[in-house]
């Protein structure tokens, strides 16, 4: 069953690759990682109480001790973008001058949003704005709840926590990762970055527990996803067609989800990924053109130029962590969205630079803050003002409010005309949002976990999307959602360690931008 181990010729460094069962994996990175997934996900299993209360227990300690620090981040890291983008590093081409871009503009669009954020558009797009304005979150700032103040902080903060500071984090690990694999010809995976720093170490020790850190993360944190999306989507079943919203249907759809991301896969990256993103991207434009038509028109658009006007002063506020008397708030939103995006970042990081080459900087950080930000501003406005208009005008089931956060945008939807076929194009989103980044992030994990070949086995990009879905079945039918959250807190208290590596690669681009204008203008 096993070969002889062979050597794989990286540009810097040989690599050990075994080749089993068909495929070919880099020892160390694979096997640790694999026995990692497996030991967690069964003491989770085992003992889900007790690992919910230390996990979250852990989560609080980080989240309170560390606001300043994960406040601060975001704010260090935006500014780099911004400083690239309008510098004369912004003229440089990821991959060259003569790189081409493999994507136009919509498909590359279509597949950031996909893979970044688009499940939770549609978990939060409705759902959280109107928890703002009710105090069924908290409020920002402690501000009364429904008045004028809370109305335009619900809206503001929402576009917040979803918009420059999370893609400004993404940017900076995919323009990092991107840089230095397509300019200065080294593998395409998270080590990859320290290079400058310690030099021909990385391809040790040192860079395998950085890649085996980016492969436990990216794994949970996609299991986690999937299995809140599958809650979410069974709901909205249940609500529709009054079935049970049971486990057995839950684990089901995760099956089912499953084997269209094997599809997908074995389609490869433009019959797969870019398809799904570009027919999610036509069926959102569609939803959120349906909500804006409607809903309360003028209402929608009077919100979105309010948020967007109030956008950075609010902003500014929402960042600073000194003497915030809405701490309960600012612990449990603010700092624990900055833990999950850093977390996400090593999976939505490098599936960025997969697709990013042939862009100058500049486009890309124009493609990868802009277009995200825009696009969250008019989702969460359309869908937030309609749920908010629903509640104050007591129509359908919002009109007491919100009851199950996971139901908001059916209830929604459902004081909408059409709500029948609505309702049903919004699981469809959710399903093949769930697919997609189930797809996008078994092709991450193959890449870090293949040392530094460039063309795998596609079984070995299957065995991976097998495993993110079965631990997501396994956690779900083994502890529930109480397994669910420990996942959630302990992936989110694991963004600690890696908010240093995320500021190290700031640190780490530059010098490497430098020594490349150097090295094209000797």
């Given amino acids: 069953m096993f070969q002889k181990e062979k050597t794989y010729k990286s540009p810097v460094k040989d690599q050990k690759i075994i080749k089993a069962f068909g495929m070919e994996m880099h020892n160390p990175v694979f096997v640790i990682s694999a026995l990692l997934i497996l030991i967690f996900s069964i003491i989770t299993l085992v003992f889900p109480s007790a690992s919910n209360s230390a996990l979250n227990g852990a989560q609080l300690w980080t989240l309170s001790k560390f606001d300043w620090f994960y406040s601060l981040i975001p704010v260090l890291i935006l500014t780099l973008c911004v400083v690239l983008a309008v510098s004369p590093f912004g003229k440089i081409k990821l991959g060259g001058k003569d790189a081409k871009p493999e994507y136009k503009v919509g498909s590359w669009i279509a597949m950031l949003f996909a893979a970044g954020v688009g499940i939770g558009f549609m978990f939060y797009g409705s759902a959280e704005p109107l928890g703002y304005y009710t105090d069924w979150f908290g409020t920002p700032f402690n501000v009364s709840a429904e008045t004028v103040d809370a109305r335009r902080l619900a809206f503001t903060t929402s576009v917040f926590h979803w918009g420059l500071s999370a893609w400004s984090i993404y940017a900076i690990v995919g323009l990092t990762l991107a840089f230095f694999a397509y300019n200065m010809d080294l593998p395409l995976t998270i080590r990859s970055a320290f290079f ?154 490098m599936f960025i630079a997969k697709i990013s080459k042939g862009r100058t900087i500049r486009q890309f950080m124009m493609g990868v803050l802009i277009a995200p930000f825009s696009i969250g501003l008019v989702w969460f406005t359309a869908f937030g003002e309609t749920a908010i208009s629903q509640f104050e005008d007591k129509v359908g089931d919002l009109s007491e409010g919100m009851t199950d956060s996971s139901l908001t945008l059916f209830q929604m939807l459902n004081s909408l005309p059409y709500s029948d076929v609505t309702s049903v194009v919004a699981i469809f989103l959710l399903i093949i949002f769930i697919v997609t980044s189930a797809d996008s992030g078994s092709l991450v994990v193959d890449s870090l976990t293949s040392g530094t070949q460039k063309d795998t086995p596609v079984r070995q990009r299957v065995f991976w999307a097998i495993l993110i879905g079965l631990t997501s079945i396994a956690l779900l039918y083994g502890g529930g959602e109480e397994a669910l959250k420990s996942l959630q807190a302990g992936t989110v208290t694991a963004a600690l360690p890696f908010s240093f590596i995320v500021l190290l690669y700031g640190f780490c681009l530059i010098k490497g931008l430098l020594s490349y204008t150097k090295r094209n203008n000797d």
């Fill in 196 to 349: 400058p720093i310690f030099g021909e170490k990385i391809w040790g020790w040192r860079g395998h527990i950085i890649d085996m850190f980016a492969v436990v993360s990216t794994i949970f944190g996609l299991a986690c996803t999937i299995g809140i999306g599958a809650t979410q989507a069974t709901g909205g079943l249940s609500y529709i067609f009054d079935v049970e919203a049971t486990k057995s249907l839950q684990i089901i759809l995760i099956f089912t989800i499953t084997i269209i991301a094997i599809f997908s896969i074995l389609r490869g990256m433009n019959g797969g990924v870019k398809l799904l993103s570009n027919v999610n991207m036509f069926f959102a434009g569609l939803l959120l053109f349906f909500v804006i038509m409607a809903g309360p028109t003028v209402g929608i658009f009077e919100s979105m130029f309010e948020t967007f006007i109030y956008s950075v002063p609010d902003s500014l506020r929402l960042t600073n962590w000194v003497g915030r008397a809405d701490k309960n708030f600012f612990h449990d939103w603010t700092i624990f969205y900055w833990a999950w995006w850093i977390a996400w970042s090593p999976f939505v990081g």
